[in-house]
């Protein structure tokens, strides 16, 4: 058990709505990131959160949003939902280290099914 | 650009053999750091190692072992003895520098089955 968890663990929904997926990060860490995993792409990184902050962006679409609230949970927010949207998500959590990154731990995903 | 490349898509092993899963990195940043993972049947991702590019000495946990060879943009992982319980997908990932590239940037996995 890593510490981090998420909810909830399986989503099934239908294309063009609304899901909203959560995340505990480990105590007394500070960054969340999220991933998305899919069969035809692989593990893919989407947002970094640091402290309420966002850090860094990588290949989230539009429809796709985060945020991390005060008490450092946070949320992922896919909207308009495509069959292509069915994947993996994963969120990780770490202490930052100044000058070293640092090691990312895992919450068990929650599997979307989009029907 | 960073990538990884897990040349190795599945692998199958008896029990007790060894195992050595292959890593390939490309990255320009003078400092980066390479991670192996885990993620069993149950679907979790588990944390094994992580090496940073400025310190290359190699490490032996247990069963397992790694190769970090900057030579050769190499980042390999050895099971010694496996066992059935090691049957999962391992992936191999790269971050950057500290800042703002922490993101982890991953291989396509390889599936290990150790039949008994």
């Known amino acids: 058990d890593s510490g981090v968890t998420q909810t909830p663990k399986h989503l099934i929904t239908a294309t063009g709505q609304r899901v909203t997926l959560r995340c505990s990060p480990r105590s007394g860490d500070l960054s969340v990131y999220w991933y998305q995993q899919s069969l035809d792409q692989g593990l893919q990184f989407l947002i970094h959160y640091y402290n309420g902050e966002e850090r860094a962006k990588g290949n989230i679409l539009e429809r796709f949003s985060a945020q991390q609230f005060p008490d450092l949970h946070s949320e992922l927010n896919l909207s308009s939902l495509e069959l292509g949207d069915s994947a993996l998500y994963f969120c990780?959590?770490?202490?930052?280290?100044?000058?070293?990154?640092?090691?990312?731990?895992f919450g068990p995903g929650t599997r979307l099914t989009v029907l | 650009a960073q990538k990884v490349t897990q040349a190795q898509t599945e692998i199958s092993v008896v029990e007790k053999e060894d195992v050595t899963l292959d890593c390939v990195y490309e990255?320009?940043?003078?400092?980066?750091?390479l991670f192996w993972y885990k993620q069993p049947p149950s679907g979790e991702l588990v944390f094994l190692i992580r090496r940073n590019s400025f310190d290359e000495q190699n490490e032996i946990s247990g069963r397992y072992s790694w190769n970090f060879q900057k030579s050769t943009s190499s980042f390999n992982f050895t099971i010694t003895a496996s066992q059935v319980v090691d049957s999962a997908v391992y992936f191999c990932?790269?971050?950057?520098?500290?800042?703002?590239?922490?993101?982890?940037?991953w291989g396509l996995g390889t599936s290990l089955a150790v039949n008994p």
């Open positions: 990780a959590s770490s202490v930052p280290d100044r000058l070293y990154t640092d090691t990312q731990y």
């Open positions: 990255t320009r940043d003078t400092t980066y750091y």
């Open positions: 990932a790269l971050s950057g520098n500290a800042g703002n590239n922490r993101k982890l940037i």
